[in-house]
């Protein structure tokens, strides 16, 4: 919204310069972007008069022009307008005036051998205009050397002020003047509305008749008769340019110029091409077709409200107007539309036909439904005193259901106590009639009864009134105070502690954590080559997907993970460590929801450590993310985790490396180095390996208490053993059972080496098992321990056909 400060300080007395005036405003909710110098180079243009013309010695189509600059000082200026005679006045732009959008300086030069100093102007050069046919002529009784912006009074400080969406009454100049008024107060002063009219009157001329009066609760229209359509005078269009409209006719631009004054949109009809002289405000036909002032015919549906004469659509209501009526340089009686549309209708209207004008945009956020007459009044007025037209006797007001103010309940006391001031009852009630607001007393002595205006349509309840006294009263008086409130943070659902908990450790293993969309490609159990049965083929399709890859909710993490795994090692990350704990969505016959799960997901990919001159590089392998799934039930406390071969391998896992996870006998996940074809579906090139986990029934199997031992008094008693065994035995089997085995000093049994090769057969392995004795009361004697151990080394021997290597 732009508003000339010259026009507003006519509307309310307002001696703030424009920096001020912006703070002012932005403190009370209306935020100033800037403030606009609109004629910096007028600063050295003044009027001259032209004392003698004569010919170029050297031109024939220019001409010498001695001319009075003011205070006695005369210049000689080369000149080629055709309209240049003595006697007459113009402006010159002295030597060093800056002109044009490009600020171009006027300086001193020699034209066909004569020397001119500054250059006689044209509305054109000033930015006033599209006028070149010549000087522009000011009035010869003005002195010579006055300031031009002075004398034409020029808008040359304009306001850049941002309306919220709520303040459809800030957008004219009478907004923002009523809101300058209650901040300073000033009063308000109303421009002239009232035409001198004439006979004969306007009914029986013109009706109006609303076929939808919801759509249109107000129509009032007045005619004026016998206009003469021509420019605009300069004050008119000035302002209008101020305010970035451009200047067309002086009918058409009374209705822009009431529209920035007052906020109200208007429309002038020619009436003469108003069929019955009548207007019908109707709902269009499904398909019709209509002709706006801009050349196009547009195709209406049935919820579109039209503007009709008594045999064809003349307007789109509250949008534009069309070819067939518009307002020519032929046009002699105007028939002037000022109207309230219903706003949702309008932004309907508006975003369908992809059709925004400065009417639809005021209609959209509500106008003054109570002003309508006024505005028709105030365009009748103009149009009488710059086209010439007569005003016919009467207005034509279709308005059904007049205007009813909510009665709006607040309370003085909650007020004060909101915003933090000792307000009294007077201080509470004086900013709000200062907006405009009747204020009447309530049930009991602190509460007051306000009744809003029309135009202020964003007041709706009593909080709404507590934030205009606070804007008011100014947000800047408000002392500012720490809250009194206890400071509390409430433990953490268990469920969120052991995300967090994961989250942590992942990232210690030097796992980056990674965020997708929960949204999945519709081909991504294709590219996984799961089972036709599998569950995770039951996806939930969106039906506002926000493209065709995103159409479906994700039944597992794994795609998400690959893709990005995919993208990292295309840009040469060498080393990729990706993790995701998020949820699933899994569709179940007959319910409408899906079912939802945590799960948590890992890849690893290229090398686990940088290349050194010692150890090389050193490749992601199985033995990696194994030690990320150990890793990560150690800081969960999850005791006993097992690795598992089953018979069936998962479809995008290596039948040759892989395995299963489970706690306590119930199946966790698996993971593994993702198979070769599905490496290729995700444009991979490189051997990753995933860990792929429930992560709902880790966090129920995770204790949520931890329990803790003293530290050892006494020395710790080691025994070594290896043992051969088949190939095919999982280490993890002896491991069990080992740790399994009943003796009170047996505190830990690991695997500390595994052998294959000479002097050991084909198909047999050597595992070495460290075991570690304690007692909490005393050293342990190697006679005391070896009982114990031998029975152990015995029972592993027999159980799994062991022999000791040598």
């Not at 205070?71 to 307008?81: D, I, L, M, N, P």
Request: net charge negative.
């Amino acid at each position: 919204m732009l508003v000339p400060l010259k026009w507003l300080r006519e509307l309310v007395d307002c001696d703030l310069a424009a920096t001020d005036l912006a703070d002012l405003l932005t403190n009370s909710g209306l935020e100033v972007d800037a403030v606009i110098d609109r004629h910096p180079g007028l600063e050295k243009v003044v009027t001259a008069k032209v004392l003698a013309v004569s010919p170029h010695p050297n031109a024939d189509r220019l001409r010498l022009a001695t001319v009075d600059c003011g205070g006695g000082r005369q210049e000689t200026v080369v000149c080629g307008a055709p309209n240049l005679t003595e006697g007459m006045a113009a402006p010159l732009a002295l030597v060093g005036a800056k002109l044009g959008p490009d600020g171009q300086e006027v300086a001193e030069a020699k034209i066909r051998g004569v020397v001119s100093r500054g250059m006689l102007c044209s509305e054109r050069d000033l930015g006033l205009s599209e006028d070149h046919g010549g000087l522009m002529v000011l009035d010869p009784g003005l002195e010579a050397g006055l300031p031009l912006a002075g004398v034409l009074n020029l808008e040359t400080e304009v306001l850049e002020i941002s309306i919220t969406p709520n303040r459809g009454d800030a957008l004219s100049i009478l907004g923002i003047a009523r809101e300058i008024a209650a901040l300073l107060g000033k009063e308000l002063r109303l421009p002239p509305c009232d035409p001198d009219e004439h006979q004969p009157g306007i009914e029986g001329q013109a009706t109006v008749e609303l076929a939808d009066p919801q759509a249109c609760p107000r129509y009032a229209a007045r005619l004026v008769e016998g206009v003469k359509i021509g420019p605009s005078p300069l004050w008119m269009r000035d302002r209008l340019m101020a305010c970035g409209i451009r200047p067309i006719s002086n009918v058409v631009d009374v209705t822009n110029y009431i529209l920035m004054e007052l906020g109200q949109p208007l429309h002038a009809f020619d009436f003469a091409n108003l069929a019955g002289g009548k207007i019908v405000v109707r709902l269009a036909a499904e398909g019709e077709k209509f002709v706006t002032l801009d050349g196009l015919e547009r195709t209406l549906t049935a919820d579109t409200l039209m503007i009709c004469d008594a045999e064809r659509a003349v307007a789109v209501a509250g949008v534009m107007g069309g070819l067939n009526s518009e307002v020519t340089d032929e046009t002699a009686d105007v028939l002037i539309e000022s109207a309230f549309f219903d706003p949702l209708s309008i932004r309907r209207t508006s975003k369908r036909l992809g059709l925004s004008t400065e009417a639809s945009y005021r209609f959209e956020r509500g106008i003054d439904l109570a002003g309508c007459a006024r505005a028709a009044g105030r365009a009748a007025l103009l149009m009488n005193q710059l086209a010439g037209g007569r005003v016919a006797a009467g207005i034509v007001d279709a308005y059904p259901a007049p205007y009813q103010a909510p009665r709006l309940p607040l309370s003085v006391s909650r007020t004060a106590r909101y915003l933090g001031l000792p307000l009294t009852r007077q201080q509470v009630v004086e900013p709000l009639e200062r907006l405009g607001l009747a204020v009447s007393d309530g049930p009991d002595p602190d509460t007051i009864v306000a009744e809003p205006p029309a135009a202020r349509t964003d007041l709706e309840r009593p909080v709404d009134l507590t934030e205009e006294v606070a804007r008011v009263v100014g947000f800047n008086n408000i002392p500012a105070h720490m809250p009194q409130a206890g400071i509390e943070a409430p433990p953490r659902p268990w469920e969120q502690r052991v995300r967090a908990l994961a989250r942590d450790a992942l990232a210690a293993q030097g796992l980056d954590e990674a965020i997708n969309f929960s949204f999945a490609h519709p081909k991504a159990a294709d590219r996984l080559t799961l089972a036709e049965d599998d569950l995770r083929r039951r996806t939930v399709k969106l039906m506002n997907p926000l493209s065709e890859e995103q159409s479906e909710l994700r039944s597992s993490l794994l795609p998400g993970l690959l893709a990005s795994a995919a993208r990292n090692l295309a840009y040469r990350v060498p080393d990729v460590g990706l993790f995701e704990i998020g949820r699933i969505f899994v569709a179940r016959e007959g319910q409408e929801l899906p079912a939802e799960s945590f799960r948590l997901g890992a890849v690893l990919a290229g090398t686990m450590a940088p290349a050194s001159w010692w150890a090389g590089e050193q490749p992601v392998g199985f033995s990696h993310i194994k030690g990320v799934a150990e890793y990560l039930a150690a800081a969960l406390d999850l005791a006993g985790l097992a690795f598992e071969v089953p018979a069936e391998t998962p479809p995008y896992l290596d039948p040759a490396e892989w395995c299963q996870l489970s706690l306590g006998g119930e199946v966790l996940g698996e993971m593994g180095r993702l198979d070769n074809r599905v490496a290729r579906n995700f444009d991979l090139d490189h051997p990753l390996y995933l860990l792929d986990l429930d992560f709902d029934r880790l966090a129920a199997l995770a204790p949520r208490s931890k329990s803790y031992t003293p530290l050892p008094r006494y020395p710790e008693l080691v025994r070594d053993v290896a043992l051969v065994v088949a190939e095919a035995l999982p280490a993890g089997e002896m491991l069990a059972r080992a740790r399994s085995f009943s003796d009170p000093w047996l505190q830990s049994v690991e695997v500390f080496d595994v052998y294959r090769g000479k002097p050991l057969e084909k198909g047999q392995k050597s595992l070495g098992l460290r075991m570690v004795y304690r007692a909490d009361d005393r050293t342990l004697t190697e006679e005391e321990v070896t009982p114990g151990y031998q029975a152990l080394v015995d029972e592993l021997m027999k159980s799994f056909e062991a022999t000791l290597r040598a």
